[in-house]
């Protein structure tokens, strides 16, 4: 069974110190304290500087006993990172974990891996070839999947996003649609 109360702390120790880490995390449903959002700041000095980058995360019923499960909501162009599906090749979230990590652990360890890519153990092999083989083709394509997918302002994103439409969908809308947020919602409306 999950420690109701270790979880309660660190949502708590994660709040506290969202300023100066650049991490954020937030309960999905106050009625559930096992699924969370998180959200990362690009670190300084690579391509995903300036982005923030968002995280799923479920703790499963036997946390701190066995990893969370994270996986990134926000596209990311990352060798360690599935651009597809957003899965993360990372030891502490599989065979590495220990119940003395926290959460606030693994996503300061997501944050430094972000900095730190490991192209020789890929999650996602092509993005890996790529920072092998044209580093500086994968830096451009990376820094170019921040400014799109992760740039904290879109213009017209918030207005999708109170309109209840989800973050990827609005954002794939208003690329498809030049910016034009009318085109987008009117694209959102006629896919619901």
């Known amino acids: 069974m999950a420690d109701i109360n270790r979880i309660k702390k660190e949502l708590k120790d994660c709040a506290k110190d969202s300023e100066t880490s650049g991490l954020e995390v937030k309960l999905v449903d106050e009625a559930n304290l096992l699924h969370w959002k998180g959200a990362i700041k690009g670190p300084i000095g690579t ?4 982005g923030i980058f968002r995280i799923d995360i479920v ?55 972000m900095s730190a890519p490991e192209p020789d153990d890929p999650q996602d092999a092509v993005v890996a070839k790529q920072y092998k083989e044209s580093h500086d083709e994968y830096c451009a394509t990376a820094k170019f999947w921040t400014e799109t997918y992760a740039s904290p302002k879109m213009p017209g994103l918030d207005m999708l996003l109170s309109m209840g ?17 009318d085109a987008a919602m009117e694209a959102l409306l006629s896919e619901a």
């Open 47 to 50: 391509p995903y500087e300036g």
């Open 59 to 113: 703790l499963p019923s036997d946390y701190p006993f066995v990893p969370p499960k994270m996986k990134y909501d926000t596209k990311i162009w990352h060798p360690n990172i599935s651009s597809e599906s957003g899965a993360i090749c990372l030891d502490i979230l599989k065979n590495e974990w220990s119940p003395a990590l926290t959460v606030r652990t693994a996503l300061i360890s997501l944050q430094a891996l």
């Open 165 to 181: 439409f989800g973050e990827e969908k609005a954002k794939a809308a208003l690329l498809k649609c030049d910016m034009n947020v």
